[in-house]
């Protein structure tokens, strides 16, 4: 029996909310403080069950730890944005509270998604007494978790990894972004990059792309090579995996909007002087995009994110696909939200309930791949993320080099 601070009331926060709340035997207290704590409020009436609520600027670690201080939780899930992530480490060393969250940092003025700043942190959360856990959101988060339990149920060794995120549904705009536009953007627009031969092969954005055959009837979709940060600490703990990409699925209405919107320098991120005043392109892009938290109620369709992994077990070469499909209506009826703030919540809320059951133990900073698989494997099936695997004839044709 635990308190928990969920720190961010946006669309992923809403769902951790909800998910918390449904298990009283694991967190005892549930807080959830925002910038704007009028979002919490809102979040907090739909819950039939007390959720405390406050105001917290978490780029301010004495406010923070003064938070926590205060609250006095076990454990803080950081569903903020990728530039608080710092902040909030460093108030949880200084409040003595465990961490978690599920996107790693990101400096404002560069769109760089490494976990070198994170996993500085390692001698200090060690010798404090207390876990980080990194990247425990879907994708990074369950793809890892699937890595490993590929690894340890079906490989004696992989030599391929191709994690494949598809977003199938449609929400009924123009444009807009499923998760917040800001991080979005950035991510696409970057350089592609993949893993081979222990070492990264740049490419240039969404510029690799093919077509994949995705299941139960959801069929083909066109989808783009980009880098994710997942790639990064699988390569550091899987290093035996000689290639590995990552796709994402993007429509044709999509890409032609980015396209327009970057060809006319709204996506930039470097601040520009408007009226004697500066602002950065890109965020004011988000402040006039559709909120992703209110996108739940007109989604509709599924989203299918998996792996595909090549390797050998018993001597015998193997071919196997392990992936989630999750509904957005049905998101929407449980937790008033789309798939895709759903698919990372609900394993943000997993893995804060392996740390406090004691499934989970360790001192120092985590990657999700780094403890036993099964736990967590049998608490999606019971969550509502439910995974399914098959042994493949030979690789799909869409990942044959
Ligand atoms: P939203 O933009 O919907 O929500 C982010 C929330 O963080 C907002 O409510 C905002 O506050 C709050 N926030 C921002 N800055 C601060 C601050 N300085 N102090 C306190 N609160 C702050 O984003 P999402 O819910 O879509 O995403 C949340 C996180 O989940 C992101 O880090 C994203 O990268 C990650 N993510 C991870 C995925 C995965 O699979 N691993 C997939 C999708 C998202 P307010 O509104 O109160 O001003």
């Known amino acids: ?35 704007t704590q009028s979002k919490c409020d809102a979040i907090a009436s739909e819950i039939d069950r007390e959720v405390y609520t406050a105001a917290v600027d978490a780029d301010n670690v004495a406010e923070t730890t003064a938070l926590l201080n205060d609250y006095q939780p076990e454990l803080v ?9 710092l902040t909030i480490m460093d108030a949880c060393l200084e409040a003595g509270v ?21 996993w500085a942190y390692q001698d200090r959360f060690e010798k404090a007494g207390f876990m980080a856990l990194l990247g425990c959101g879907f994708d990074p988060g369950v793809t890892n978790i699937f890595t490993a339990h590929a690894k340890k149920h079906h490989f004696d060794r992989i030599d391929t990894l191709d994690i494949i995120d598809c977003n199938a549904g449609d929400h009924g705009k123009h444009f807009a972004t499923n998760f917040n536009p800001e991080i979005n953007i950035r991510e696409v627009t970057a350089n592609g ?22 299941p139960e009837g959801i069929g083909p979709k066109d989808m783009y090579l980009m880098y994710h940060e997942e790639m990064e600490s699988l390569s550091k703990h899987l290093p035996e995996i000689q290639r590995m990409r990552f796709w994402m699925t993007f429509s044709e209405q999509y890409l032609t909007h980015l396209k327009v919107l970057e060809n006319v320098g709204m996506t930039r991120i470097d601040p520009v002087n408007y009226q004697g005043q500066e602002i950065v392109p890109l965020q004011f892009l ?21 792996c595909v992994l090549d390797g050998v077990q018993n001597k015998q070469r193997k071919h196997y696909y392990i992936y989630n499909i999750c509904d957005h209506e049905q998101c929407f009826e449980e937790v008033k939200s789309q ?5 990372t919540g609900v394993p943000a809320m997993i893995g804060a309930m392996m740390m406090l059951t004691g499934k989970w133990t360790g001192t120092g900073v985590f990657n999700v791949e780094q403890f036993n698989s099964d736990p ?24 044959v080099d």
């Open 1 to 35: 029996m635990s308190k928990v601070l969920i720190i961010g009331a946006g669309g992923v926060g809403r769902v951790v909310a909800h998910k918390c709340a449904m298990q009283p035997n694991v967190f005892s207290g549930i807080c959830l403080a925002s910038r």
């Open 77 to 85: 899930i950081n569903v903020a944005l990728p530039y608080q992530d």
């Open 98 to 118: 465990h961490y978690l969250d599920t996107a790693n940092y990101e400096p404002r003025d560069e769109a760089k998604f490494e976990y070198h700043w994170q």
């Open 193 to 214: 990059r993949y893993w081979q031969n222990g070492q990264w092969v740049e490419t240039e954005p969404l510029s690799i792309h093919r077509k994949f055959d995705f």
């Open 286 to 306: 988000k402040a006039v995009l559709p909120d992703p938290g209110s996108l739940g109620e007109t989604t509709k369709g599924r989203t299918c994110i998996g």
């Open 339 to 343: 798939a895709i703030s759903y698919t």
């Open 376 to 399: 967590f494997m049998d608490a999606l099936n019971q969550h509502g993320l439910p995974w399914k695997e098959a042994i493949l004839d030979g690789k799909p044709e869409a990942l």
